[in-house]
Structure formats: C-alpha cells, structure tokens
C-alpha cells in the first residue's frame, strides 16, 4: 500500500527525525544503535515509493550511521552516539552490528556506495570477531551477545545475521571465506539451538544452559540464514 507507507514515513521523519544531527529520536536522547537501524530499515523498504523516502534519504542513513562509528579497538558502530572520540570503554553489542551490516548492503545495492560496503565489510570482521571458538564451552562456536568479558551467552540472532552477512558478501565478492562462515554459522545454529520441530531457542551459555524462548526474530534471521 504505496498511500499507507508514504504516511507512515512521513510520520517517522516527522516526529522522530532529527535533521540537524541526523540522526533519530528516542525519548529524550538520540537513539540508541538498534533502534537507528530499524528506522534505516524502514526508509530503505520506503526507497523509491511515492511520497516517501528518495535517494537523499539514503545518503543521510549512511552519514547518520557515521555518528555511532567506533574505532577504539576493532572498528565497528558502538551502541550509542560517539559524541566526540571513540571511548574504549564502550561495548558493542555483535547483534545490533548484524542489523546495521544487512542495511548497509542495502544501502550497497540502492547506491553503490564504496564507503557502505566497506563498512559492511569492516562490520563482518567484527562480528567473526565475537566467535566463541574455546573447546572448553559447551556446544563450541557462535557468536556472542555482546563484548564484555563477562558476557558468556551466545545467541540464534548474532550468529543468524552474521551468517546471512557473509552469504550476501560471498555473492559480492565470490570469496570462499565468507561462504565458509556462512556454513559454518548456519551449522552451529541448527546443532546448538534449533528444535526438532526447527524453531531456533534463543542463546546458550558456556556451560550448556539454553533460553528455550524462540522468539519472533530468531525464526525470521535463522530463515533468512536457511
């Protein structure tokens, strides 16, 4: 329904849009790192419809997203504004950096910006990062939640995006690593959290414990993925 979403962007860029920052609103703050990504998302679906987001749009996504970018150890976004240098003392979350590597390789492929596909690129490398690879875990492999030391689950939706990452950039590239990753994140999925009815559980800890909750979005990246 072009009518419905024309209005409906209109509103998010209305109400929520900050022009000046480029950047989202979320209360009393600029939004956090999820959340911008999943207004980037909309606007991209909106692409080229009547009445709603344009070619412009897009640009401003991909200088917005520049606001979160942290250089501070492996290079990726940080999870909320970098207001001035990037802080070492802030974590990045491997699903959040999922979502926003899927909208750059759309951003990718309405555009063919050079600097988007770097920095989806850039945001694998970070998410391959967050592999647990220690026999000395139950169910070896995954990608972790997020990146403090203490973080110790491993969840359906960071490897999910990563994989499905990996199999957009093996497409681009014709690179056999990233295919490589892709079976291997898919594998790991299906060994360590799927049910038998194929429903993906939610993450699982180092000692084997599992969030039994199959939640919407993990059937929806493990699809994907699949």
């Known amino acids: 329904d072009a009518a419905r979403t024309a209005t409906l962007y209109n509103a998010l860029e209305r109400r929520f849009y900050n022009p000046a920052q480029r950047l989202f ?8 790192l999820w959340p911008y990504s999943q207004a980037a998302s909309a606007i991209l679906a909106a692409n080229g419809i009547p009445g709603a987001a344009s070619s412009n749009d897009l640009t401003t996504l991909l200088a917005g997203f520049g606001r979160y970018w942290d250089t501070a150890g492996r290079p990726a976004y940080a999870f909320r504004v970098q207001e001035a240098s990037a802080n070492p003392g802030e974590h990045k979350y491997y699903d959040d950096e999922g979502w926003v590597a899927l909208d750059l390789l759309r951003l990718y492929d309405a ?56 199999t957009r950039l093996y497409l681009l590239t014709g690179k056999p690593s990233y ?3 892709a079976k291997t994140m898919q594998g790991w999925i299906r060994r360590c959290l799927a049910l038998p009815n194929g429903l993906l559980r939610d993450h699982i800890d180092r000692a084997g414990d599992i969030d039994p909750s199959t939640y919407s979005y993990n059937q929806g990246s493990g699809m994907a993925l699949d």
């Open 111 to 166: 555009t063919g910006s050079a600097l988007a596909f770097q920095r989806a690129q850039q945001e694998f490398d970070f998410m391959a990062s967050g592999w647990d690879s220690s026999r000395a875990h139950a169910c070896p492999g995954g990608v972790l939640w997020k990146q403090p030391p203490h973080n110790t689950t491993r969840t359906a939706v960071s490897t999910a995006t990563a994989g499905e990452v990996a």
């Open 25 to 32: 609103l979320e209360r009393s703050h600029h939004s956090f």
């Open 179 to 181: 295919l490589a990753w």
